[in-house]
């Protein structure tokens, strides 16, 4: 159990443009999400917390604009990265927390987003 | 800045040596969890430790949340090449709606 998907897994796309990632919880349902970001051979960084129903909290240093989380059901939540730049070029992963659980969040297997 | 450190940041070894991975903090944190990680994959868990000084094992696996909850160790016995991959400890704040990543330790072991 507590399965949870990204698509795409990978996606190129052009500076300038547009790209929406989607996270969805499987076989439980998701109150919060969180979204990730992770470097090459470095750890992951916390970008926002998205809650169903409401708007999602960013951390400090990003850009609430550039990126537009929305997180419509307790199943899925999406991320877009608005007017991509080469320097958007990343990992992108997301987790979910149980509704049912108290403490695991359950992580995506990733996006990994190429802005050329 | 990293609010979680995690040391050491590389370790090869031969199958079959033990080793300890530490997750420091200055802060305290509600829950802590482990976490190993495949190149191109989401981190998988391990165990979630809560109580401060709780001890977890796993297998080969020993985890450790230290008595004020800001640090946690985690020791692996006799390590086999299928150990190889990047560890990351995760601390929880806020109520658990929040949780911070160590630096992660990339354990490299050599049959």
């Known amino acids: 159990g507590a399965v949870v998907s990204q698509h795409p897994s990978w996606v190129i796309c052009k500076s300038g443009t547009s790209v929406k990632i989607e996270c969805r919880s499987l076989?439980?349902?998701?109150?919060?999400m969180f979204w990730y970001r992770q470097f090459p051979k470095q750890s992951l960084m916390l970008m926002a917390t998205?809650?169903?129903?409401?708007?999602?909290?960013?951390e400090q240093g990003v850009e609430k604009d550039k990126f537009l989380i929305n997180h419509a059901s307790l199943t899925l939540s999406t991320l877009t990265v608005t007017s991509a730049h080469p320097e958007d070029s990343s990992f992108y992963i997301c987790?979910?927390?149980?509704?049912?659980?108290?403490?695991?969040?359950?992580f995506g297997p990733g996006t990994r987003l190429t802005v050329t | 800045t990293q609010l979680l450190e995690q040391s050491p940041q590389f370790l090869s070894i031969q199958e079959g040596e033990n080793l300890t991975v530490y997750c420091n903090s200055s802060?305290?944190?509600?829950?802590l969890q482990w976490y190993r990680q495949e190149p191109g994959e989401g981190p998988v868990l391990l165990v979630t430790?809560?109580?401060?000084?709780e001890v977890k094992k796993l297998k080969r696996l020993t985890f450790q949340f230290g008595d004020a909850r800001k640090d946690s160790s985690l020791h692996i016995t006799a390590a086999q090449p299928g150990d190889t991959g990047l560890y990351l400890c995760?601390?929880?704040?806020?109520?658990?709606?929040?949780?911070?990543f160590g630096s992660g330790t990339k354990l490299n072991v050599k049959p």
């Open positions: 802060s305290v944190f509600s829950s």
């Open positions: 995760a601390g929880a704040k806020d109520n658990f709606n929040k949780f911070y």
């Open positions: 076989d439980f349902q998701a109150t919060t």
């Open positions: 987790s979910a927390r149980d509704l049912g659980g108290q403490y695991e969040q359950y």
């Open positions: 998205s809650n169903e129903g409401s708007k999602a909290t960013y």
């Open positions: 430790v809560v109580t401060g000084g």
